[in-house]
């Protein structure tokens, strides 16, 4: 707790004086630019990955970044996405998995977290994930590639769950809104974004012209 003390000394200090312009535009209002749906692992940071300010970022974080269907569930996620779409107006949002992924690692491996019961039905949310794996990947034996298989296709399972949300689905009709699916690799620092056009995740740096359009026209799961 120390380290977080000291943390917060340095910033009040620092950080928050040199950028007092800033923090006084934001004490009167927000507009992000984009909902930005991430896992809760520590190891994401989104605004340090997209090098973005305070203000700039609507972040909604859980364990697999996972988006309950609309209905599905009386939780928080719901309120977040209606918020940042019909109030906040974001333009864009980020649904972005990453390696390394203990929830995923979870979902394919159940019988190892039988005992974190909240944890397995949290994890109820991405059955249709765990389904797609278990019927169409069965060709891949390697453990890292089939976690990565299952990061990426519970990327489109999400991100295919948002458009059930009421808000979502009315503002891609308007056209003001995009989809856009990403996986963060951890041990690189690269983000794949995925593209309908191949159907497959490519690295963002190599593909920046077409990560706006990443989703649009996901074909259905
Ligand atoms: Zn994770």
Redesign the pocket.
Known sequence: MQRLIQGLHAFQNDIFRAKRDLFSRLAKGQHPLALFIT???SRIDPCLLTQTEPGELFIMRN???IVPAFGAVRGGEAATIEYAVSVLRVKDIIVCG?SQ????QGLINSDQIQHLTAVCEWLKHAETTARIIRENYTHITDPKGLLTATVEENVLVQLENLRTHPSVAAALGRNELKLHGWVYKLETGEVFAYNALDGQFSNVEETSGQAAVATQGIPAI
Do not use: I, P
């Open positions: 896992c809760s692992d364990a697999g970044n990453h992924c203990g929830a995923m």
